[in-house]
Protein backbone atom coordinates (compact mmCIF):
# COMPACT_ATOMS: atom_id res chain seq x y z
CA UNK A 1 0.00 0.00 0.00
CA UNK A 2 1.60 3.29 -1.20
CA UNK A 3 2.06 6.57 1.21
CA UNK A 4 -0.28 8.90 1.35
CA UNK A 5 0.40 11.81 -0.89
CA UNK A 6 0.61 14.36 1.45
CA UNK A 7 2.46 12.47 4.20
CA UNK A 8 6.11 12.44 3.79
CA UNK A 9 8.12 10.19 6.04
CA UNK A 10 10.00 12.08 8.91
CA UNK A 11 13.47 13.04 7.39
CA UNK A 12 14.59 12.43 11.14
CA UNK A 13 13.76 9.49 13.99
CA UNK A 14 14.86 9.70 17.39
CA UNK A 15 14.54 6.90 19.88
CA UNK A 16 15.45 7.40 23.80
CA UNK A 17 16.62 3.92 25.45
CA UNK A 18 16.84 4.76 29.28
CA UNK A 19 18.62 3.21 31.80
CA UNK A 20 19.79 3.78 35.24
CA UNK A 21 23.62 4.24 34.17
CA UNK A 22 22.71 6.00 30.86
CA UNK A 23 20.71 7.19 28.09
CA UNK A 24 20.98 5.95 24.53
CA UNK A 25 19.28 8.07 21.57
CA UNK A 26 19.35 5.67 18.48
CA UNK A 27 19.40 8.82 15.65
CA UNK A 28 17.87 7.34 11.78
CA UNK A 29 18.07 9.36 8.78
CA UNK A 30 19.21 12.59 7.78
CA UNK A 31 20.02 15.40 10.27
CA UNK A 32 20.04 18.15 8.11
CA UNK A 33 18.62 21.77 8.38
CA UNK A 34 15.15 20.91 8.58
CA UNK A 35 15.52 18.04 11.41
CA UNK A 36 18.29 19.35 13.25
CA UNK A 37 16.39 21.31 15.88
CA UNK A 38 14.46 18.20 16.40
CA UNK A 39 17.91 16.55 17.47
CA UNK A 40 18.45 19.22 19.98
CA UNK A 41 15.08 19.75 21.41
CA UNK A 42 15.11 16.04 21.68
CA UNK A 43 18.40 15.88 23.25
CA UNK A 44 19.41 18.59 25.24
CA UNK A 45 16.64 18.18 27.98
CA UNK A 46 17.99 14.13 28.40
CA UNK A 47 21.36 15.87 29.07
CA UNK A 48 19.99 17.19 32.18
CA UNK A 49 18.41 13.66 33.10
CA UNK A 50 21.89 11.62 33.05
CA UNK A 51 25.39 11.56 33.29
CA UNK A 52 25.93 9.53 30.31
CA UNK A 53 24.35 9.97 27.11
CA UNK A 54 25.24 7.68 23.77
CA UNK A 55 23.85 9.26 20.21
CA UNK A 56 24.15 5.83 18.56
CA UNK A 57 24.54 7.20 14.90
CA UNK A 58 24.41 3.60 13.06
CA UNK A 59 21.11 4.50 11.16
CA UNK A 60 21.72 8.20 10.47
CA UNK A 61 22.35 8.27 6.70
CA UNK A 62 23.29 12.59 5.94
CA UNK A 63 24.59 14.75 8.11
CA UNK A 64 25.26 18.66 6.94
CA UNK A 65 26.46 21.60 8.66
CA UNK A 66 23.64 22.22 10.21
CA UNK A 67 23.87 18.48 12.10
CA UNK A 68 27.13 19.15 12.63
CA UNK A 69 26.36 22.59 14.25
CA UNK A 70 23.49 20.82 16.67
CA UNK A 71 25.77 17.77 17.71
CA UNK A 72 28.81 20.34 18.79
CA UNK A 73 25.86 22.39 20.66
CA UNK A 74 25.20 19.10 22.67
CA UNK A 75 28.50 18.54 23.42
CA UNK A 76 28.83 21.87 24.62
CA UNK A 77 25.79 21.08 26.66
CA UNK A 78 26.76 18.46 27.97
CA UNK A 79 30.39 19.69 29.03
CA UNK A 80 28.53 22.43 31.08
CA UNK A 81 26.07 19.89 32.88
CA UNK A 82 28.66 17.52 33.92
CA UNK A 83 27.25 14.80 31.32
CA UNK A 84 29.59 12.59 29.41
CA UNK A 85 27.87 12.63 25.68
CA UNK A 86 29.58 10.06 23.16
CA UNK A 87 29.18 9.10 19.75
CA UNK A 88 28.98 5.71 19.02
CA UNK A 89 28.39 3.59 15.91
CA UNK A 90 29.48 6.31 13.26
CA UNK A 91 29.21 4.82 9.46
CA UNK A 92 31.77 5.57 7.46
CA UNK A 93 30.17 8.58 5.83
CA UNK A 94 29.76 10.29 9.15
CA UNK A 95 33.17 9.24 10.51
CA UNK A 96 34.47 10.74 7.52
CA UNK A 97 32.84 14.06 8.13
CA UNK A 98 33.79 14.24 11.59
CA UNK A 99 37.66 13.96 10.92
CA UNK A 100 36.96 16.64 7.84
CA UNK A 101 35.62 19.30 10.51
CA UNK A 102 38.14 18.00 13.25
CA UNK A 103 35.36 17.31 15.70
CA UNK A 104 36.36 13.43 15.92
CA UNK A 105 39.08 14.24 18.76
CA UNK A 106 36.26 15.95 21.48
CA UNK A 107 34.25 12.94 21.01
CA UNK A 108 37.26 10.53 21.15
CA UNK A 109 35.43 7.93 18.77
CA UNK A 110 37.10 4.63 19.31
CA UNK A 111 35.18 2.28 16.53
CA UNK A 112 32.11 0.80 18.55
CA UNK A 113 31.14 -1.69 16.15
CA UNK A 114 29.42 -3.99 18.27
CA UNK A 115 27.53 -1.40 20.88
Not at 8 to 34: D, F
Not at 89 to 103: E, G, Y
Request: hydrophobic share 45%; aromatic share 4%.
Amino acid sequence: MAAAPGAPAPELTLNAEKSPAQTIVHVSGRATVRSAELLLETVRPLILETRRLLLDLAHLEYMDSSGLGIIVRLWMTSKKAGCELKVVNLTPRIKDLFALTNISSIFETPDHAGN
